[in-house]
T-cell receptor, first 108, second 115 residues
Framework: AQRVTQPEKLLSVFKGAPVELKCNYSYSGSPELFWYVQYSRQRLQLLLRHISRESIKGFTADLNKGETSFHLKKPFAQEEDSAMYYCALRERDDKIIFGKGTRLHILP | DSGVTQTPKHLITATGQRVTLRCSPRSGDLSVYWYQQSLDQGLQFLIQYYNGEERAKGNILERFSAQQFPDLHSELNLSSLELGDSALYFC??????????????FGPGTRLTVL
């Protein structure tokens, strides 16, 4: 059973508009969640962790245990945000389960 | 390059064959992770090694095996290859394998095409 769900394969947003990439998870216990990003012709890299509660490149993500969600948000999209975004869940034994990813396309 | 390296970049082979993918972790990292990325399945965790020992196992087929050597590089062996094994195989490394999460750093991947 899939434990991390990213319902949108592709999300197109105009530059300057708000962005929300959805992620839902299923996990018993306290989850540890991440967002990874892959820019064109670059390696997959960590964007942010829910534990650190930080904002990276203007992106934030809040863990909502009631809704089992960890949506990634940015108030004003920039063209350089165009990339593939993966939500990921760390299991107790250090396995990382990735969602299938959402391609974010920022329109000029 | 002090990051994660993977060889080869591309590999084209035939069904039934066996291939070996190689990964060198970042300097000082003890953990190596292997992932398979295919169009329909997304990024799937295969296996993790920590300092030479298998630490965690994911959806790795019996036809696949991996090991981590004393110098900490790792190899992923894929045998009796099928068309469906065509995918991008990523390696990642992290400083340690348990406890507080250590960020995983990904390699560029090896694209395997099975004809």
């Amino acid at each position: 059973a899939q434990r991390v769900t990213q319902p949108e394969k592709l999300l197109s947003v105009f530059k300057g508009a708000p962005v929300e990439l959805k992620c839902n998870y299923s996990y018993s216990g306290s989850p540890e969640l991440f967002w990874y990003v892959q820019y064109s012709r670059q390696r997959l890299q960590l964007l942010l962790r829910h534990i650190s509660r930080e904002s990276i490149k203007g992106f934030t993500a809040d863990l909502n245990k009631g809704e089992t969600s960890f949506h990634l948000k940015k108030p004003f999209a920039q063209e350089e945000d165009s990339a593939m975004y993966y939500c990921a869940l760390r299991e107790r034994d250090d396995k990382i389960i990735f969602g299938k990813g959402t391609r974010l396309h920022i329109l000029p | 390059d002090s990051g994660v390296t993977q060889t080869p970049k591309h590999l084209i082979t035939a069904t039934g064959q066996r291939v070996t993918l190689r990964c060198s972790p970042r300097s000082g990292d003890l953990s190596v992770y292997w992932y398979q990325q295919s169009l329909d399945q997304g990024l799937q965790f295969l296996i993790q090694y920590y300092n030479g020992e298998e630490r965690a196992k994911g959806n790795i087929l019996e036809r696949f095996s991996a090991q981590q050597f004393p110098d900490l590089h790792s190899e992923l062996n894929l045998s009796s290859l099928e068309l469906g094994d065509s995918a991008l195989y990523f390696c990642a490394s992290s400083a340690s394998g348990r406890g507080d999460y250590n960020e995983q750093f990904f390699g560029p991947g090896t694209r395997l095409t099975v004809l």
